[in-house]
């Protein structure tokens, strides 16, 4: 039945060109935007997903330039501690020279200030934005943000690299033992020299068995003296003092250790290898085998005063290599001055490493986030740009549809003729 108040052929074919005119406009809205879910309207799940991984993007290129700021900060004090580590390098090969009795101590002590005194000016400028991380201003660790941590649950926390702080400083102050020298004792209530007195020589032959000398008591402020004396001139050693104060935490056998440990850092610098020394408890021993022979004497005198020991650096102050026993016991000082500031480089570059370990880290999971978003949310511009062309199509016959339509009624006027 045909009739003039209801076309449905129209009505059909208005609503289909209707439903291509919108999916067209659908399609339009992809290739201008080149997002398929633009808003929450679109797909609300994957819209919520993106948007949270969007801010988790955001969050972590923050986090990229914390790592930045880090990785800067801790390599300034990396290069600061290997230039450090370089100063006391030459300091020592000062010190090594000083060893020979007939050199200008006292220049070469000038010379060992200086150096001193570069120390302190690379301190004060190993400083990144205001951070300074061995100055010794502070112990607490330094916290770099590193990464936010998501759960599934959606709780996030935030991780840290700690970076610790390492105390390269000249400004503490300490002070350099004194040794009693009008208190030696001829008696062996605190040192003994093998089957000698202290206070006296023993003569020891080139391939005699080992002198022992024990240190029978350790007391603060009591101070130690082994003397090697060549006086014959049969070898390369002349006269050597080693010396040592205790202090009130010191022990018979840390006495001894510290005494052993002076004279095996002497002959090292020196290279003299016709003598070597060794300690089992409270008691070293040292072996002649350099064809000639050797007066040792030991010595000990209460009465004294235990140098006082700073933190980090300070104590280049005490190094004084103008007197003998000064210059002997710079070695063992020096070294282990020395083996700080290589610790405080190494550490630092363990650090620095982890940091850009972790930057490249968090650059791939960034690249990573913005791929799977893109993958959610981005339109395919090859699947959209097929389906306009046809719905573009579909829309010229949809309009032809309704215009042939809308011409049915005309149809029954020829009834009426």
């Known amino acids: 039945m045909s009739s003039i108040l209801t076309n449905n052929s129209a009505m059909v074919a208005l609503e289909t060109l209707r439903g291509i005119n919108k999916d067209l406009a659908m399609v339009q809205s992809e290739i201008s935007t080149g997002k398929k879910v633009s808003n929450a309207k679109d797909n609300a799940a994957i819209w919520a ?19 930045n700021l880090g990785n800067s900060s801790v390599g300034v004090a990396r290069g600061a501690a290997e230039q450090i580590t370089s100063v006391l390098q030459d300091m020592k ?9 007939n050199v200008d101590r006292t220049k070469i002590q000038t010379d060992i200030a200086a150096l001193r005194d570069q120390v ?31 759960t599934s649950a959606g709780t996030v926390n935030a991780s840290y690299i700690n970076v610790s702080r390492t105390d ?47 240190i029978v008591t350790a007391g603060d402020g009591t101070g130690y003296q082994i003397i090697l004396d060549d006086t014959a001139g049969a070898n390369s050693i002349g006269q050597r003092t080693f010396e040592y104060v205790a202090n009130a935490d010191d022990s018979a056998a840390s006495v001894a250790a510290t005494l052993a440990t002076q004279v095996q850092n002497f002959l090292s610098a020196t290279g003299e290898s016709g003598y070597t020394v060794a300690r089992s408890g409270d008691t070293l021993s040292i072996t002649n085998n350099s064809g000639g022979a050797v007066d040792i004497t030991a010595n000990a005198a209460a009465g004294g005063t235990a140098g006082v020991s700073a933190g980090g650096l300070g104590d280049l102050a005490t190094i004084d290599v103008t007197t003998n026993a000064g210059a002997t016991a710079a070695l063992t000082s020096i070294e282990g ?17 982890r940091i850009e370990t972790q930057s490249e880290f968090v650059q791939t999971m960034v690249d ?17 740009s097929a389906k306009l062309q046809a719905l573009q199509v579909q829309q010229q016959l949809g309009t032809q549809a309704l215009s042939i339509a809308n011409q049915a009624p005309q149809s029954l006027l020829s009834l009426f003729r």
Do not use: C, H, W
């Not at 997903?49 to 790592?67: A, E, G, P, W, Y």
């Not at 090969?93 to 009795?101: G, H, K």
């Not at 951070?131 to 010794?136: K, V």
């Not at 990573?368 to 959209?384: F, R, V």
């Open 168 to 214: 390269l400083s000249i400004s503490n102050s300490s002070s350099a033992a004194t040794y009693n020298t009008g208190g030696n004792t001829a008696d062996q209530s605190l040192i003994a020299n093998g089957a000698t007195n202290a206070g006296a020589a023993a003569t020891v032959a080139s391939g005699a068995p080992a002198q022992d000398i024990q």
């Open 49 to 67: 997903i993106s948007t949270v991984m969007s801010t988790d993007v955001d969050s972590f290129k923050q986090i990229q330039d914390s790592l």
């Open 337 to 353: 001055l020395l083996n700080q500031s290589i610790d405080a480089a190494a550490g630092f570059g363990s650090a620095q490493k």
């Open 120 to 150: 302190g000016s690379i301190v004060g400028a190993a400083q990144f934005n205001g951070l300074n991380l061995i100055d010794g201003a502070s112990s607490e660790d330094v916290a770099v943000l590193a990464s936010l941590d998501r």
């Open 368 to 384: 990573s986030l913005t791929t799977g978003i893109g993958g959610l949310t981005d339109t395919d511009m090859e699947a959209a």
């Open 93 to 101: 090969e000062l010190i090594v020279s000083a060893q020979e009795e």
